[in-house]
Nanobody
């Protein structure tokens, strides 16, 4: 059974960098055809996809966030990380990591999410 667990600070100051880690168990992040996404949901709003890192190590980002986003991985720890620069209070949200697979619509595994508040 694949499990994903997000971790990181629950409070970030405006203009600083939000950094989160997703630890994956029950499967390798380098297994072919798996993509590891970051998604967020502000209070009372819908889900917003931020970007993913593929099994190959390639990353792809939402065009609206690309200039401020970096997703990386540590294969020795089976972890993926999100870094979002210059955050604003409007980016307060629950941040999720999730997996999707080639040829299968939607995400098949999700972490429980972690609430990050952007506030001074």
């Amino acid at each position: 059974q694949v499990q994903l667990q997000e971790s990181g600070p629950g409070l970030v100051k405006p203009s600083q960098t939000l950094s989160l880690t997703c630890t994956v168990s029950g499967g390798s992040i380098t297994t072919n055809n798996y993509y590891w996404s970051w998604i967020r949901q502000p209070p009372g709003k819908g889900l917003e996809w931020i970007g993913y890192i593929a099994y190959s190590g390639s990353a792809y980002y939402s065009p609206s966030l690309k200039s401020r986003t970096s997703i990386s991985r540590d294969t020795s720890k089976n972890q993926c990380s999100l870094h979002l620069n210059s955050v604003t209070p409007e980016e307060t949200a629950v941040y999720y990591c999730a997996r999707h697979s080639t040829g299968i619509p939607g995400m098949d595994y999700w972490g429980e999410g972690t609430l990050v508040a952007v506030s001074s």
